[in-house]
């Protein structure tokens, strides 16, 4: 089976600094990996995945990722953040050809002004 | 527009009583599937149907109960036998092999 672990709960930061969000898993298979996005009261957003190629991924809002296959992680960066993208984050990864996701824990990331 | 359509965005349910939660979507998709999601909990899987006529359990499907009649369709029935249905329940969809999109949930409450 797939697990996922988001070490921070929670991360502050204020307006126009960089973040990073940390994400670990653990598979005995290949997977793909993926980073959803939920703002207050709503559903989950997909921001990037990782199904091949390129370790480097680029998503939406000017977020990216990097997979380490070696370390197991997949941690999610933003160079300068914005008040908008407070949110809760979360990480999930599925096994090479099945549809189910396995989430983390999530991460509430809050901009400070 | 395409997308995911649960209803209602916020239910009320009484002790002992059965109420069901609405999922429908236009986007074709094979796949559906229901989460709950508690605080500090992330997202946990109840039941999912790869196809019509077809779905299986998920981690917590004890107290729940699904169908999938029809593609675009894939009510949850939250029985009297769950013990602690207070939650945000999210509905999902995807094509084989593909990321799943969601559904914007329903907060359901005991009265």
């Known amino acids: 089976a797939q697990s996922v672990t988001q070490l921070d709960s929670q991360v502050p930061v204020f307006e126009e600094a960089p973040v990073e969000l940390r994400c670990n898993y653990s598979?005995?298979?290949?997977?793909?990996l993926f980073w959803y996005v939920q703002y207050p009261n709503q559903g989950l957003q997909l921001l990037l995945k990782?199904?091949?190629?390129?370790?480097l991924v680029k998503g939406i809002n000017g977020f990216e990722a990097e997979f380490n296959k070696s370390q197991t992680s997949f941690h999610l960066r933003k160079p300068s953040v914005h008040i908008s993208d407070t949110a809760e984050y979360f990480c999930?990864?599925?096994?090479?050809?099945?549809?189910?996701?396995?989430f983390g824990t999530g991460t509430r990331l809050t901009v400070i002004p | 527009d395409g997308g995911i359509t649960q209803s209602p965005k916020y239910l009320f349910r009484k002790e002992g009583q059965n109420v069901t939660l609405s999922c429908e979507q236009n986007?074709?998709?094979?796949?559906m599937y229901w989460y709950r999601q508690d605080p500090g909990q992330g997202l946990r899987l109840i039941y999912y149907s790869q196809i019509v006529n077809d779905f299986q359990k998920g981690d917590i499907a004890e107290g729940y109960s699904v169908s999938r009649e029809k593609k675009e369709s894939f009510p949850l029935t939250v029985t009297s036998a769950q013990k602690n249905p207070t939650a945000f329940y999210l509905c999902?969809?995807?094509?084989?092999?593909?990321?799943?999109?969601f559904g914007d949930g329903t907060r359901l409450s005991i009265l």
């Open positions: 999930a990864v599925s096994r090479i050809g099945a549809n189910n996701l396995f």
């Open positions: 986007l074709n998709h094979d796949a």
């Open positions: 990782y199904l091949s190629g390129s370790t």
């Open positions: 598979s005995s298979v290949s997977v793909y």
């Open positions: 999902a969809s995807s094509p084989s092999n593909q990321p799943q999109h």
